[in-house]
């Protein structure tokens, strides 16, 4: 109950700036003074952290969507779009595995149901498993966006090259193997960075917040994969088709692909007190990279100038 309270606490001090009644809210299980409270505050306000009258904005105001609101609309995007396919995935797979499968009418439901368990667990040992391990290990190295980035690829490349082995009506183990590659890039990418991002890009007063929308954003994605893909994977005209529906998953793919390469922020090697404090030209751009390229390439010509004076 203490942690709960000097979390409140914590809460109506920075985020609603009422240190008064954070200090009565506190002193109610634990000996806290004011002055420590009001510490919390002037802590964040340091020329460390440009953090004058910027860290002391409310939640959805208009200082906050100049600095977040890019990072929030990317995260919740992403999220929502990685859903769609990944439960989407979940419902394909008894279609994936029908080929190596016992006829239901040759025996009975608990049979039925391990011996897609057995497929199922192949598939995590094989690829879903793996893909997550190198995560852990690559995520450190080359970054959350090009993880990211690189997993919203593959898996477009797969759905579409399934799609394809579909369209041939031959449900090899080739269909299995691709299956596979997709879980493996759903993990070592986007399955896993969709959780990590939102958790460093926002200042500590509202991260958790942040995080819950993008995850509330992203289960509606869940929500229109597994509804869109029990429509759409019927037979024409009454659906699309799974080959179809397929390729549509990759387009979706694909878009992940574009909003995490443009517009998802690099959080690697970054403190999370140097994530909350974005650089002066947050706003003045949507797109991530391009004000940072346009002030590097500003102070090369004018480099470059004061060279040629010389």
Not at 14 to 32: C, F, P, R, S
Not at 239 to 267: D, I
Request: hydrophobic share 45%.
């Amino acid at each position: 109950m203490a942690f709960f309270k000097h979390r409140f606490h914590r809460f109506t001090a920075l985020v609603e700036k009422n240190t008064l009644q954070a200090a009565k809210d506190i002193g109610k299980v634990m000996n806290v003074p004011q002055s420590t409270i009001q510490e919390d505050v002037e802590m964040i306000n340091t020329p460390n952290t440009h953090a004058a009258f910027s860290n002391t904005y409310p939640f959805f105001s208009r200082e906050f969507l100049r600095r977040h609101g890019r990072d929030l609309t990317a995260a919740s995007i992403n999220w929502f779009l990685i859903d769609i396919v990944f439960y989407s995935l979940n419902l394909f797979q008894y279609h994936v595995f029908s080929g190596h499968l016992i006829p239901k009418s040759q025996m009975n439901i608990y049979k039925d149901a391990l011996q897609i368990a057995r497929l199922q667990a192949l598939i995590a040992i094989c690829a879903t498993i793996p893909g997550y391990i190198l995560t852990v290990y690559m995520i450190d190295h080359i970054g959350r966006v090009k993880i990211q980035a690189v997993g919203f690829f593959f898996m477009a490349i797969s759905l579409f090259a399934i799609a394809k082995v579909n369209m041939s009506g031959d449900h090899t183990d080739l269909f299995i193997i691709l299956y596979g590659f997709t879980f493996f890039f759903s993990n070592f990418g986007p399955n896993t960075t969709t959780f990590i991002v939102p958790a460093e890009l926002f200042p500590a007063r509202f991260r958790a917040t942040c995080h819950g929308i993008s995850g509330a954003v992203g289960k509606v994605g869940a929500i229109t994969g597994s509804i869109g893909y029990m429509w759409a994977s019927r037979d024409p005209p009454n659906g699309l088709g799974v080959s179809r529906t397929l390729m549509v998953m990759g387009g979706v793919c694909g878009l992940g692909f574009f909003v995490t390469y443009f517009f998802t922020r690099e959080t690697m090697g970054r403190s999370l007190e140097e994530n909350e404090n974005i650089d002066e030209f947050t706003g003045v751009c949507f797109v991530r990279f391009w004000p940072h390229k346009f002030w590097t390439r500003r102070h090369e010509v004018k480099g470059f100038g004061l060279l040629e004076m010389n």
